[in-house]
């Protein structure tokens, strides 16, 4: 299994399913993303271990951007997911159904080219996508 | 001991667009008109306090930004530090400012906050905008501080029952305000059907509800009280009642008031003032996106929770108002040249309290000037919290 990067797995294969990269306390059982050099509850050194985290969560807020950077769609959809495991993460949401977007609504991780670069290549990261949506 | 200190001398260059500006001309003219606020010859200053938050991505000057701006200037062998903290990084300047007095390190000490914004690429300083955040985390993503204002919005119209005339209502509010100020960006009164007709640029801010880009300077000179008594020979002097700085350690989007990094932070200036938010008689506040200034009222506790759009409503925040808040305009109508805000602010507070903000005054319902006022400047965003959030009060004594 290759981990892609620092803050999420991405498959190689349909079989596999992506996460994001957290970490938990094996102290205080508190789970952070970003993963975290120590945890804040508990202030001591190697209380922290990596978990995969954020399959699932639910859209604690959103904005439809009508001006965007350089390399996003206009409108596109920013959310702030909470994650089942707890930690409030940012996401562009991946939707065909703005109108339909809402608070509370379920949704689920997605690893996938994000936006383009100034010389057009893609650039990789997590979305959330709406349960049962597309 | 610690000293008690005074503001000496506020000044300012206008907010706005000044494309043959350098950083250096900008906060030369707010230097020097502080300087001539506050009746000192120059070589009293004996130390200085620089900030600016973009100068680094958007002119390319790094490293000693300060000794740059204060060589400019005219000063030499004093000495400079270079102070960054995200939108908040002017009132972090005047902050460290106030501790070298209140130490007793310093006398008469300098806070400068610069910023240029317009260096003819938007699309560079709208990224240069989204880099106070963790990089790692949201570079790539595209997080618009639109958007995080946004979602906050968004969750306190559901919560609390925010209407969009009630978001309209604040910028309406704020940009009359702003045209009585002749620093302010934006000198044009508009009605709340105009902000909410105003392009949408991240549902459901408007554009008329945002703050723009910037250019600008605000200046600061502290010093030890009893300088102040002496200079001022009996007349009011406006004391820095209350410093206080934090960093985020809340949820922005969800703590409720009481919870917030901004009550938590404004809690302690109350008690370092010997004051309660009930005493404060006017306040500027960080409303990056006007209708952000609904969710200060409360974090400050200028209203209990879920009550700030009577206060809006009943207009009790207007100039005229019993508890005016933004009487500048605000970041959206004062303008946000963000390295400059936080100095703007306080500086607009010493005008209100010495009873020089002209048509902008705020007066009590007898006609008494205003005692007691804060200042609320917050910066970046990490972790789902404002980075930085730095609240002062300012008494006349
Ligand atoms: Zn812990």
Not at chain 1, 70 to 75: A, E, I, Q, S
Not at chain 2, 358 to 369: A, E, F, T, Y
């Amino acid at each position: 299994m290759e981990i892609h990067g620092r803050l999420f797995y991405k498959p190689d294969d349909s079989k596999q399913k992506p996460y994001l990269i957290g970490s938990a306390c094996q102290q205080c059982g508190d789970i952070h993303f970003p993963p975290k050099g120590a945890c804040p509850n508990c202030l001591k050194p190697n209380t922290l271990q990596e978990v995969k985290i954020g399959e699932k969560g639910k859209i604690s807020s959103f904005s439809i951007l009508h001006v965007a950077p350089p390399g996003f769609p206009v409108p596109h959809v920013q959310a702030m997911v909470k994650l089942d495991e707890g930690p409030l993460v940012f996401s562009i949401l991946k939707t065909e159904d703005i109108d339909s977007v809402a608070l509370n609504q379920l949704v689920r991780l997605t690893i996938g080219p994000v936006r383009r670069s100034e010389n057009g290549e893609e650039i990789v990261g997590w979305m959330y996508q709406p349960e049962g949506g597309r | 001991m610690v000293n008690d200190v005074a503001v000496l001398g506020i000044g300012m260059h206008p907010f706005g667009k000044f494309e043959n500006k350098h950083l250096k001309d900008l906060a030369n003219t707010a230097i020097w008109n502080a300087i001539e606020d506050a009746g000192i010859h120059a070589s009293k200053i004996q130390a200085a306090y620089v900030g600016n938050c973009l100068g680094g991505l958007l002119v390319g000057q790094e490293s000693v930004r300060g000794q740059v701006i204060l060589r400019h200037a005219g000063f030499k062998g004093i000495p400079i530090v270079n102070v960054e903290n995200a939108c908040a990084t002017a009132s972090t300047a005047f902050r460290m400012a106030w501790l070298s007095v209140k130490s007793g390190l310093h006398d008469v000490v300098l806070a400068v906050g610069v910023e240029k914004m317009f260096v003819g690429n938007t699309a560079k300083s709208i990224e240069a905008l989204s880099t106070a955040t963790d990089i790692e985390v949201c570079g790539n993503m595209g997080l618009q501080f639109t958007s995080i204002y946004a979602m906050n919005i968004r969750k306190k119209m559901d919560r609390y029952g925010w209407t969009k005339e009630d978001l309209g209502l604040v910028a309406e509010k704020n940009s009359y305000n702003g045209s009585l100020n002749p620093y302010a960006q934006f000198k044009k009164p508009l009605s709340k059907e105009e902000v909410l007709a105003s392009k949408m640029i991240a549902d459901p801010i408007t554009l008329f509800m945002a703050s723009p880009m910037g250019d600008g300077a605000a200046a600061a000179i502290v010093c030890n009280e009893k300088i102040a008594r002496q200079l001022k020979k009996g007349n009011p002097i406006i004391r820095v009642a209350a410093s206080e700085l934090s960093s985020g350690h809340a949820s922005m989007l969800e703590s409720t008031p009481k919870e917030s990094t901004t009550y938590t932070t404004a809690l302690k200036a109350y008690e370092q003032a010997g004051v309660g938010p009930e005493d404060i008689d006017l306040a500027e506040v960080h409303d990056a996106m006007s209708p952000a200034e609904l969710k200060i009222y409360e974090e400050l506790g200028l209203c209990n929770e879920g009550d700030a759009i009577k206060l809006i409503r009943e207009g009790r925040t207007k100039i005229s108002g019993d508890i005016p808040v933004n009487p500048s305009g605000g970041l959206a109508s004062r303008g946000h040249p963000v390295g400059a805000t936080g100095l703007a602010q306080i500086a607009e507070v010493v005008w209100q309290l010495r009873g020089e903000a002209g048509k902008r005054q705020v007066r009590s319902g007898d006609g008494k000037l205003p005692r007691f006022g804060l200042t609320q400047n917050d910066g970046g965003y990490v972790e789902g919290d404002q980075a930085a959030s730095c609240i002062h009060i300012l008494s006349r004594v």
